[in-house]
């Protein structure tokens, strides 16, 4: 696609995000991803985690997406089925059969699987963000909005920027024994962030500075496996951040052998994350523009998210 902000993107952001043109695009990027990885390959190995009576997989779709199935005692939800080919063909192999699917944004490789999953579980119930626009959805939620499956809370938060009703999940561990996690779609990725398709910096930051000041040992799950890139480019922007170079290095090693590199925590996230570091005096440094110095005020803030996402967007990575 053309370059973001420029007119040419913005009129085919317009079709791809609010007609049926959206679908068709996306039906494109399915079979690339079948062509790239045909018979049932997947761009990450699948691990499903246990926490107590939880089963948690994230499970790789498309080239470089996340859904994720998570089952108790008593039921079973599925975030973000894009592709509803594999995310079908998983719950059948093995016997799960979901109450719900939460919908974190409009986007098609998030929304993309929503008709087919109602047509394979007529009583299902597609729960997507009330400003958002997604399809096919049965329910939708609002800030701070609490929705109850078997012994899985999820707490809604409203967090705009990457699209204007996007929304993130966070689900209460305490049943489970288990930190709290936060499915965070497009918002917040393993060292970034998603683009600001849909509202302003400002907008943005604020949705960011609410996730950041969650709790630190909030496990983060993505909707994309973004990791390798974006702490290549962390590492690139703040070179003396020694919690970049850590994760980068784990990063890279986990790549290698095709694993996921989720979740992280918001405390790591804190720590080497350079969309959350706009406060931070070593990111100014690294930025060096002359505007951002002292004070940094909420306003500064949001010019260096915006000079960070320009700088990322034009970054040549690493292979
Ligand atoms: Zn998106």
């Known amino acids: 696609m053309a370059k973001e902000g420029g007119c040419l993107f913005r009129i ?6 609010r007609t049926r043109i959206g679908q068709i695009y996306h039906n494109r990027d399915i079979a690339k991803a079948r062509e790239k990885y045909p018979d049932g390959q997947t761009h990450s190995v699948i691990q499903p985690l246990k926490y107590g009576e ?4 994230p499970l790789p779709i498309l080239l470089d997406n996340y ?34 699917v939460l919908v ?9 699987g929503n008709s087919a999953m109602k047509q394979q579980y007529p009583s299902i119930r597609i729960y997507g963000g009330v400003h958002d626009n997604v399809n096919n959805v049965t329910d939708t939620v ?68 609410k996730v950041s000041s969650f709790k630190g040992d909030v496990l983060v799950w993505p909707g994309h496996e973004y990791a390798k890139d974006n702490l290549d480019f962390a ?10 170079k850590k994760k980068y290095d784990w990063i890279k090693n986990q790549r290698k052998q095709n694993l996921c590199t989720c979740p992280s925590t918001i405390e790591e996230e804190r720590s080497y994350n350079p969309f959350l570091r706009t406060a931070e005096p070593s990111i100014v440094e690294a930025l060096s523009v002359k505007e951002f110095e002292q004070p940094i005020t909420d306003e500064t803030r949001a010019k260096i998210l915006r000079e960070i996402r320009t700088r990322k967007d034009s970054y040549k990575y690493k292979l």
């Open 12 to 17: 085919g952001y317009f079709f791809y995000s």
């Open 54 to 57: 939880l089963t948690l997989t």
């Open 67 to 100: 859904s994720y199935i998570l089952k108790d005692s008593k039921s079973a939800v599925v975030i973000d089925p894009g592709d509803p080919e594999p995310v079908i063909k998983y719950l059948q192999d093995n016997q799960i059969s979901p109450e719900a």
């Open 104 to 112: 974190t944004h409009k986007h098609w490789d998030h929304s993309g």
């Open 142 to 209: 609002k800030d701070l909005d609490v929705l109850q499956f078997g012994d899985m809370s999820f707490t809604v938060h409203f967090t705009p920027g990457h699209t204007e009703g996007h929304v993130v999940f966070l689900l209460d561990g305490t049943p489970f024994g288990m930190s709290d996690s936060l499915f965070s779609g497009d918002h917040l990725f393993l060292g970034g962030c998603g683009r600001m398709f849909e509202a302003a910096p400002s907008v943005m930051l604020g949705s960011l500075d």
């Open 235 to 244: 590492c690139h922007l703040e070179s003396s951040n020694e919690e970049s």
